[in-house]
């Protein structure tokens, strides 16, 4: 498996326009919709979804980043959407330090050992510094892109 599997390249934000944790990922949801990945006029419940799960307990796993992530009967394939804040945002991450860096990830409901897979994928590479500080100084949708791809080339990346 790699980042090519999951991640919706289309839907790839680098530099988010919203403030606070609700607005990053209502507006990493809408960039999986305008990519046509969630099905038709599914964008609100999704969002709904996701906020109502972060509530629960924050997805900021530290380090600067975020993994906000659900499962719903929208999508068929687990898929990924990928920004960037270099203002920081909020999402009362285990460390108290603002996130740069956010993996959005859905997943289809029957198949939790697939959204286990991929996370354990997503936090195989957050939990190389290296790779975190790359995806963090990469300012257009074209540099995460490659960073994801070389990420795939070389596991250890």
Request: charged letters at 25%; hydrophobic letters at 40%; aromatic letters at 6%.
């Amino acid at each position: 498996m790699g980042f090519a599997d999951f991640v919706c390249f289309e839907a790839i934000i680098p530099e988010l326009k919203a403030a606070d944790r609700n607005g990053a990922i209502a507006e990493l949801v809408s960039a999986l919709d305008k990519a046509g990945r969630l099905g038709k006029g599914n964008c609100e419940e999704i969002t709904k979804a996701m906020i109502k799960r972060e509530k629960e307990a924050s997805t900021g796993m530290g380090k600067g980043i975020a993994v906000p992530h659900v499962k719903h009967q929208a999508v068929k394939a687990v898929v990924a959407a990928i920004g960037r804040s270099s203002a920081g945002i909020d999402f009362s991450a285990l460390d108290k330090q603002p996130v740069y860096s956010v993996i959005l990830l859905i997943s289809p409901m029957d198949n939790p050992d697939k959204h286990l897979q991929t996370m354990e994928h997503v936090f195989k590479h957050l939990q190389q510094e290296k790779f975190r500080k790359f995806l963090r100084q990469s300012q257009t949708a074209e540099h995460i892109e490659g960073l994801l791809r070389e990420a795939d080339e070389n596991p250890q990346f």
